[in-house]
C-alpha cells in the first residue's frame, strides 16, 4: 500500500476535524492551504435555536407573556431596592377602574363591549395590584407567584382570542 493513501492514527480532541491533503507536486507544492470544515452544532444548540426562532416568529401572539415575565423581574428588582416603592404603585390600581368610568360616558358600550371593557380593566386593576403587593412583599411571597400565574394566564389567553377573531 502506498504511503499516500494508508492513514495514519493521529489522536485529535473531541470535536475537531482534520483533512489530510496529498502532497503537491510541482512549483506549486509549498503554497498554503486554508480548509474551513464547518462543525456540525450540538443537539443543545439546535434545541435552543429551534426555540429561539419559535419565539421570534410568535413574538407578537407571546406579547403579555413577555410583559408578565418583566412584571415579575421588575417587581422583584424593586422589593430588592425600595420596598416603599409598592406606596407609590398602589394608588395606580384605580386608574383602570377610572378609565372604564370615562369611556362608558364619552362612548356608551352595550352588552358584548361592555363586558370586555370591564373585564380588561378588572384585569388591569388586578395586575397593579398585584404589582404593588410584589414589590412591598416580594413576588414570591405568600399566594403571589400563584396570583402571577393567574393573571398571566388569563392575559394570554385573552389576547389570543381577540387577536384569533380580528
Avoid at 62 to 69: E, I, M
Wanted: overall charge positive.
Amino acid at each position: 500500500m502506498s504511503s499516500r493513501t494508508r492513514t495514519r492514527t493521529v489522536k485529535t480532541a473531541a470535536g475537531i476535524h482534520t483533512v489530510r491533503i496529498p502532497r503537491q507536486r510541482g512549483r506549486r507544492g509549498s503554497d498554503p492551504f486554508v480548509i474551513v470544515v464547518p462543525e456540525r452544532p450540538s443537539l443543545t444548540r439546535e434545541a435552543l435555536g429551534f426555540v429561539g426562532r419559535s419565539l421570534w416568529t410568535f413574538r407578537r401572539a407571546l406579547a403579555p407573556t413577555g410583559l408578565s415575565v418583566l412584571a415579575f423581574l421588575m417587581a422583584g428588582l424593586l422589593h430588592l431596592i425600595a420596598w416603599w416603592s409598592a406606596l407609590v404603585i398602589a394608588p395606580v390600581a384605580a386608574a383602570p377602574l377610572g378609565w372604564v368610568l370615562v369611556m362608558q360616558r364619552r362612548r356608551p358600550a352595550r352588552a358584548a363591549a361592555l363586558a370586555w371593557r370591564i373585564g380588561l380593566a378588572a384585569l388591569a386593576t388586578l395586575a397593579a395590584v398585584w404589582l404593588a403587593l410584589a414589590a412591598g412583599f416580594g413576588p414570591l411571597a405568600g399566594p403571589l407567584a400563584l396570583l402571577w400565574l393567574l393573571i398571566w394566564l388569563t392575559a394570554q389567553t385573552a389576547w389570543l382570542v381577540v387577536r384569533h377573531t380580528h
